[in-house]
């Protein structure tokens, strides 16, 4: 099984329409991150979260929200999707205690259309 | 704050050796990773280096200059499943998360 799963793994949604994308992870760590990919622009961090009651803002958060509802799960909610936030979306989880600085491992990706 | 220069495309044969270069400008140094991204796919890890010199992993080697902000990887006996987006990485100021480079897409040709 999976360490670090997501769902949906794709998703096709009109805009001004709520979304949440589902992070799940079995690695046991407390660090997760929020992730979105576009063509030529690279991984730009949305959220993250060091543990339950932690959540801070990425480089890119607005429009954004997100909810660590256990160490196990962290979502992101999109409150009203808009055709630029169209694009690739990864959770990561991370354990500074791994002994690799922070490392980090990734889920699947979630590919969200917004039309 | 962080920045990461990285080639946008590099093409090499099937069998040959490819040199993947990085510079990048962080405040506080504390270690570089790649990861390897298959198009589509989740990045995996390929090395962290954090240390002044060559770190060699089987067919992949990663090399690290703190002095001169430098990085590359190496990758020796090119396959065709090593097609792939490379991607640089350091971590941010106070090592909260990781600043990725926008990645070097290689195509391995026969």
């Known amino acids: 099984d999976a360490d670090v799963t997501q769902t949906p793994r794709n998703r096709i949604t009109k805009t001004g329409k709520r979304i949440m994308l589902e992070c799940s992870q079995t690695?046991?760590?407390?660090?997760m991150y929020w992730y979105r990919q576009d063509p030529g622009l690279g991984l730009r961090l949305i959220y993250y979260?060091?543990?339950?009651?932690?959540?801070n803002k990425g480089e890119i958060s607005d429009g954004y929200s997100v909810s660590r509802q256990a160490q196990a799960k962290f979502s992101l909610s999109l409150e009203s999707a808009i055709p630029n936030q169209t694009a690739l979306y990864f959770c990561?989880?991370?354990?500074?205690?791994?002994?690799?600085?922070?490392?980090?491992?990734f889920g699947p990706g979630t590919r969200l259309t917004v039309l | 704050g962080q920045n990461i220069d990285q080639p946008t495309e590099m093409t090499a044969t099937e069998g040959a050796i490819v040199q993947i270069n990085c510079t990048y400008q962080?405040?506080?140094?504390?270690?570089l990773f790649w990861y390897q991204q298959h198009a589509g796919e989740a990045p995996t890890f390929l090395s962290y280096?954090?240390?002044?010199g060559l770190e060699e992993k089987g067919r992949f080697s990663s090399f690290l200059s703190r002095s001169k902000g430098y990085s590359y990887l190496l990758l020796k006996e090119l396959q065709m499943k090593d097609s792939a987006s490379y991607l640089c990485?350091?971590?941010?100021?106070?090592?909260?998360?990781?600043?990725f480079g926008t990645g070097t897409r290689l195509t391995v040709i026969p």
């Open positions: 280096n954090v240390l002044d």
């Open positions: 990485a350091v971590p941010s100021t106070g090592a909260n998360n990781l600043f």
């Open positions: 690695k046991g760590h407390d660090r």
């Open positions: 979260s060091f543990d339950v009651k932690d959540i």
């Open positions: 962080t405040s506080g140094f504390n270690g």
């Open positions: 990561a989880t991370s354990d500074l205690g791994s002994g690799i600085g922070n490392e980090q491992f």
